[in-house]
């Protein structure tokens, strides 16, 4: 899978260690160190800001976690998200996210619902997803890759986001014309809650992908 993140050109190079000198003559015991480590730490304990290689590393388990020999593939899409989940945010970024999202998607069983533990780590990982889509921090490839993703464990489940609303006629005794009669969730329920982002991430991710659309559209000749 191809792993979309920030161009590492610029980030994680090594120690820029320059010889100093002596009376002129080269030592190799004293050196001069070009880094700042202020933006290093920083950079080190921002959540989902990982540098290339550091993603690239937790890509690598991620991946590995989907090729477990001898489990079921719900147990495989499991361990993929747990792998995301349990490695510490300031060493993921959006390309890991999406890469989990998209891997388990593509491991689970067609027609087969998932247990509550997978559905359970899908919404915490949908959760970040939702706050990076907020952010803007993903890229076109990924924004597609995430609805597909999302879409993908929606036809598996369709749980994840509130239902839609159901078109009836209207009565004899009523005007004619047909109603949509809404599900009456509870608006301060937790579970209603997270409902209600996955389905507001979707639509965000629509909103961008459409200004990107028309963005491109407009600048060509």
Known sequence: ???????????????????????????????????????????????????????????D???????????????????VLKALLNTPSHKCNEANVVCALTLSAKICEPDRRPNDEFRSLLIQTLGVLHQLVKEQRLSPRQL??????????????????????????????????????WSLLDENDHDTLELKRIDETVDEIARQLTTILVEETDTKP
């Open 144 to 181: 597609c890759n995430s609805v597909w993703a999302i879409a993908k464990h929606y036809d598996r489940d369709q749980t994840l986001m509130p239902p839609p609303p159901q078109v009836a006629a209207l009565s004899s005794d009523d005007r004619i014309g047909i109603a949509e009669s």
């Open 61 to 79: 388990i991620i991946q590995q976690a989907g090729r477990a020999n001898g489990e079921k593939s719900i147990q495989r899409a499991t361990s």
């Open 1 to 59: 899978m191809e792993h979309c993140a920030r161009n590492p050109a610029n980030e994680d190079r090594k120690n820029d260690r320059k010889p100093a000198h002596v009376n002129g003559v080269p030592t190799q015991q004293h050196y001069v160190n070009t880094r700042n480590p202020v933006h290093d730490e920083v950079a080190a304990t921002s959540p989902w800001q990982a540098s290339f290689r550091i993603s690239k590393q937790t890509q």
